[in-house]
């Protein structure tokens, strides 16, 4: 083959390498460093519910879909992606979130066991459609779950365990916005509005869009205006919200999101509290209060989470969160790496381990070593080993 060939074959043959490492869109490959920052993150957040006396579970990534769309679930059902069981010829859905797998496994699995009952968890979901902020379909989802009681200091416990983790991570001016989903049905119902057939009005509040809420909510506009300028810092919000004429069901509501959020606030680094009572987009299952956090110059939402009902008109109620991986990996700097030590393929198993419990990586030559500091920076070792002694690959001058 002459030279011409040669070089149009290798052409051919990494044209066809791309092709063959060509992905989905909004699926990726994790390569070393990055897939060592998400085990890193997702380790921490894991540790600091524990350290709360939350216990791991592990929901399968599959489920009929019977079971993984009932109750909260079937939010989800568009957004999943499905097929047919070859076993059973049931339908299958790949879990799009895993907070509904809890809610599944504390009412049936775990229904036996006393309550308050603390869960927490981490796993893949896939999601047939990414969202605005972020392309990724394959998502690392990671939170917990407090099951029993509908109580602010439930609420307040599951909104610290996620601040501590957010915090250990090392994010600085954290903020948080409580939303309460409830709050607009109820509104809704009582100037005569039928919340389930209102979609389009609920849109253009979510949008935020006054226009639209003008052409579409008629005589009730100027109401649900006024509700909208509630968003924002939180105790302006509450006065303004405390001003209009509400049905008494709100009232309580609005109790609730102050008492929240005065707690919220006391914490010293916080850098902030805002409220937005009007926001349902990502919520739609939440019958209490919804929450986001948010760091000072990083795009997208931390994690979220709020409080819901089990199953549907059940007396089970549980607060929960979730932490985005995909946001804090952007956010946070990766962890100091260790030091990897060079060792000749003929170190003693002893002399290895007791540098693995030193905080040592090794590495091992697997073969004759004629220049060991070449040879360690070629593999990425920051140190050697010599007739026994640790020398690093720096030259100190």
């Not at 849109?203 to 052409?215: P, Q, T």
């Not at 393929?345 to 060991?372: P, S």
């Amino acid at each position: 083959m002459d030279r011409k060939g040669y070089l149009l074959s290798l052409v051919e043959k990494k044209n066809e390498l791309r092709h063959i490492a060509l992905l989905p869109a909004g699926f990726k490959d994790q390569l070393p460093s990055m897939a060592a920052h998400e085990a890193f993150i997702v380790q921490a957040i894991i540790e600091q519910c524990e350290a709360y006396g939350y216990e791991r579970i592990k929901p399968p990534l599959i489920e009929f879909e019977d079971s993984l769309f009932n109750g909260a679930g079937v939010s989800m059902t568009e957004n999943s992606f499905r097929f047919m069981d070859p076993v059973s010829g049931k339908m299958m859905g790949i879990r799009a979130d895993m907070t509904v797998q809890v809610a599944r496994i504390a009412t049936t699995r775990l229904a036996h066991l006393e309550r308050p009952l603390r869960l927490c968890y981490s796993g893949e979901v896939l999601r047939v459609n990414p969202d605005n902020l972020n392309p990724d379909r394959e998502l690392v989802q990671v939170g917990a779950e407090l099951i029993g009681p509908n109580t602010v200091t439930a609420d307040l416990e599951v909104i610290q365990i996620a601040l501590d983790a957010l915090k250990r991570l090392g994010t600085r001016n954290i903020s948080i916005d409580i939303t309460a989903p409830a709050l607009i049905p109820f509104v809704l119902k009582s100037v005569g509005l039928d919340p389930s057939s209102s979609q389009e009005l609920r849109g253009a509040l979510d949008r935020k869009d006054i226009k639209a809420v003008e052409s579409l909510a008629g005589d009730n506009a100027l109401l649900l205006g006024n509700i909208m300028t509630t968003a924002g810092a939180w105790e302006a919000g509450i006065k303004r919200l405390r001003e209009l004429t509400l049905p008494i069901e709100v009232e309580k509501i609005i109790d609730r999101l102050e008492n929240l959020a005065s707690l919220i606030s006391s914490e010293n680094d916080i850098a902030e509290v805002t409220i937005d009572p009007i926001e349902n987009r990502g919520f739609e299952y939440y019958n209490g209060i919804g929450f986001s956090f948010f760091s000072r110059g990083i795009r997208g939402e931390l994690g979220r989470g709020g409080r819901y009902s089990l199953e549907d008109c059940s007396s089970q109620s549980s607060c929960g969160f979730s932490l985005y991986i995909e946001t804090l990996l952007r956010a946070l700097n990766e962890p100091a790496k260790k030091n990897r030590l060079l060792i000749p393929t003929d170190t003693n198993r002893k002399t290895i381990m007791d540098f693995h419990a030193a905080g040592w990586l090794t590495v091992n030559g697997l073969g004759d070593i004629i220049d060991e500091r070449t040879e360690a920076e070629r593999l990425g070792c920051s140190h050697f080993l010599r007739n026994g002694q640790v020398e690093t690959t720096q030259i100190i001058e």
